[in-house]
């Protein structure tokens, strides 16, 4: 079984500052691309950022040069440093990582999401 588990949302306001985090745990042996979606009602998924196991890292055009994403691998956890946030990042953030369990098999799991709103 494998779990991830974001923390960090909450309401912030315009230009403020966010960090999200992500934990995953259980019968991991290997843990490779992590990232961040977000999806605000009525709106399909829409991709956020991600990093490789080296720490290869690719950002939306939206967010680049404001979000930052980052990698524990000692802890198996990934962040989101949001800066600079506007009313349009309101979304619920869900991160999700591929990864292969004890047993060899490799999937990609997803967290249940953390609210992030953005507001004055």
């Known amino acids: 079984q494998v779990q991830l588990v974001e923390s960090g949302g909450g309401l912030v306001q315009p230009g403020g500052s966010l960090r999200l985090s992500c934990a995953a745990s259980?019968?991991?042996?290997?843990?490779?691309?992590m990232g961040w979606y977000r999806q605000t009602p009525g709106k399909q998924r829409e991709f956020v950022a991600r990093i490789g196991s080296g720490g290869t890292t690719v950002y939306a055009d939206s967010v680049k040069g404001r979000f930052t994403i980052s990698r524990d691998n000692a802890k198996n956890t990934v962040y989101l440093q949001m800066n600079s946030l506007k009313p349009e990042d309101t979304a619920v953030y869900s991160c999700?990582?591929?990864?292969?369990?004890?047993?060899?098999?490799?999937?990609?799991?997803w967290g249940r999401g953390t609210q992030v709103t953005v507001s004055s």
């Open positions: 259980g019968s991991i042996f290997s843990i490779y691309i």
């Open positions: 999700y990582a591929d990864i292969q369990t004890t047993t060899r098999a490799r999937s990609v799991y």
